[in-house]
């Protein structure tokens, strides 16, 4: 569950009875939790497990007390599990068996008068009442106490009859002002802890993230980066996560390699459509991303200077709310990454000038990677269409050119 987020509700009186089960789960799954932590050789881990509070007596009384598909809110009753409170058992018993009392009562006195049309019904107006025909009032016992005449029938109640009326109309309210007075005493007890559940959710939210990281690393096969404070940027046989996971069965992302250095660190990036050019630079930023995270990384190897920020400028979409048109935006997004990035920054462009004409936006290209080259120095990978901004390999010793390679075999187009 999200235990922070139940907290913060806890402590500002939202809580609702779903959310106090969710956090009797929770709870429960830490002293199997701290024992996992004991047992690793990491002192971290080791740490973890000492400062996790399983709070076993909060944990306990929310698991007797709670039936396990309990409401999301208090419209609902009956979310006490029957025997957690004597009191509301005997309300729930009244209210709950309070139809057949009447069917026996009815059938008890049709036997002791002997009138076998006799029937006991309700109306809001006058409450329960036992109804006679007129041909057999004469069989009606002096202790019937009469309440109405109509046309064909007369309306009678007993003392017993009015007795059980105000138990059981009573019954369902009382039953609700009784579930609302336990509710409200769990969250007084819940509402003590927050401190030890907000402790909780900072480590178990550190434990899933650094289980989560485990467990696909294991699964897919990642490889531990080398972080230093190098310019260095060297991916080798590099896969984009994303689209390795949504690959169809049977099919094998193409890994690449990816390096920027002195001698390169302004990479142009050439080839058709859809042969991957986006893919590449996307995935240069997420396993950046990912290493600085401090997680292993879809790669055979990966070598990452630190790097500042992360600059992207992909994709092509308008701004109606703002009435920017799509070059606008481009330009925008641009502007931005000129002014604020460093020399330690990794820089992805795809497609720079396309919302314009084409000299404008050759243009524009070839003057936005003269400038990150000679200006700011920051390592990036520039994806585009138009193939004279190659010859800016030639003109400046920083820049490199790369082509992403297309070809048919056996009716299928191979990247």
């Not at 109804?131 to 009678?156: D, G, H, M």
């Not at 609302?180 to 899933?208: G, T």
């Not at 390699?257 to 058709?272: E, H, M, Q, V, W």
């Not at 994709?315 to 997004?333: C, K, P, Y």
Request: glycine share 4%; charged share 25%.
């Amino acid at each position: 569950s999200d235990l922070e987020r139940i907290a913060t509700k806890i402590a500002n009186d939202k809580v609702m009875p779903k959310e106090l089960v969710m956090l009797s789960h929770t709870l429960e799954t830490i002293p199997s939790i701290v024992d996992r932590c004991r047992s690793c050789q990491s002192v971290w881990f080791k740490r973890a497990a000492e400062r996790l509070l399983p709070l076993a007596p909060l944990c306990d009384e929310l698991q007797r007390a709670l039936v396990p598909d309990a409401p999301s809110n208090l419209n609902d009753t009956n979310f006490f599990k029957p025997g957690y409170d004597e009191q509301l058992d005997h309300y729930r018993e009244i209210a709950e068996n309070g139809q057949q009392w009447l069917l026996n009562y009815e059938a008890t006195q049709r036997k002791l008068t002997g009138i076998n049309t006799l029937k006991v019904k309700y109306q809001r107006n006058f409450g329960y009442f036992v109804e006679v025909t007129k041909a057999n009032l004469s069989l009606v016992p002096s202790s019937y106490i009469r309440s109405q005449t109509l046309t064909n029938s007369e309306r009678f109640y007993t003392s017993e009859l009015k007795e059980y009326e105000e138990e059981l109309l009573g019954a369902e309210s009382r039953r609700g002002e009784r579930e609302l007075e336990l509710f409200a005493a769990l969250k007084r007890m819940a509402a003590k802890q927050i401190s030890a559940l907000l402790q909780n959710a900072r480590i178990l939210s550190h434990i899933d993230v650094i289980a989560s990281f485990a467990h696909t690393a294991h699964h897919r096969q990642y490889r531990r980066p080398v972080i230093d404070d190098s310019n260095a940027f060297d991916l080798r046989e590099a896969r984009h996560p994303v689209v390795e996971r949504f690959l169809p069965k049977g099919e094998r992302f193409v890994p690449n390699d990816i390096r920027l250095d002195d001698n390169g660190r302004l990479i142009i990036i050439t080839g058709p459509n859809m042969a991957g050019k986006s893919t590449i630079i996307r995935q240069a930023a997420i396993i950046t991303l990912m290493a600085q995270m401090g997680s292993f990384v879809p790669a055979e190897a990966a070598h990452i200077g630190i790097v500042d920020r992360i600059f992207s400028r992909v994709g092509a979409s308008d701004n109606l709310a703002l009435g920017q048109s799509t070059f606008m935006v481009e330009m925008t997004e641009t502007a931005n990454i000129l002014k604020n990035a460093t020399s330690r920054s990794l820089v992805i462009l795809d497609e720079i000038g396309r919302g314009t004409s084409t000299y404008d936006g050759l243009s524009l290209a070839w003057a936005i990677a003269e400038h990150i080259h000679c200006q700011i120095g920051a390592r990036s990978l520039f994806a585009t269409h138009y193939h004279e901004l190659t010859e800016l390999a030639n003109l400046l010793p920083g820049v490199k050119n790369a082509s992403i390679a297309v070809k048919e075999f056996k009716s299928d187009v191979i990247f």
